[in-house]
């Protein structure tokens, strides 16, 4: 299973752009990346999905480059309501995506 | 669209009791998962189940738990007897399938344990 590495915290003001990254250098040929954000008292929410280049929806963008070794996740105009904890899986139809690893996740604190 | 449903919200327990939870996955999502959260970690798979059969339960331990999901819809997580190191977030998930390029879990707001 590709283990993926990020950031324990971020700090960021109202209105900023906040890019994540995650390593995951053992990244396997059919995985995909994946990115869930969790708040306080709630269980974690689908943010984005990609394989490579890039995905953008309504929430974010995500950005994979060519070797696939790291991805970024990509938060415009952050407000405070974006404060949570941002966990990046790695994980696929071969590799198991039932055995996705959420890792600490990355703490962002959104200030005024 | 109904969310991930699950209860009780809070329980607080002694040590040695016993204690179950419930969870009601979103309609037509033939997957479900029982995840753990210990404070300031990230979730834990325990249990997965395909419809009623179980997927991976490698990291459920089962001298303790169990979980069943009759009829491939709801389903139970046990704990018995609980221990102080049990106090955790449980969370109920589930997805569409296994094995989809785009799989997706949708989670519940999860059940929180105190164990004293």
Redesign the interface.
Known sequence: LAKTTQPISMDSYEGQEVNITCSHNNIATND?I?W?QQFP??????II?GYKTKVTNEVASLFIPADRKSSTLSLPRVSLSDTAVY?CLV???NT??????????TRLLVSP | EAGVAQSPRYKIIEKRQSVAFWCNPISGHATLYWYQQILGQGPKLLIQFQNNGVVDDSQLPKDRFSAERLKGVDSTLKIQPAKLEDSAVYLCASSLAVGQTNEKLFFGSGTQLSVL
């Open positions: 995909y994946t869930y008292s709630q269980g974690p929410r689908f999905q966990y994980g696929g139809p198991g995506f039932q055995k996705l690893v959420f890792g600490t996740g």
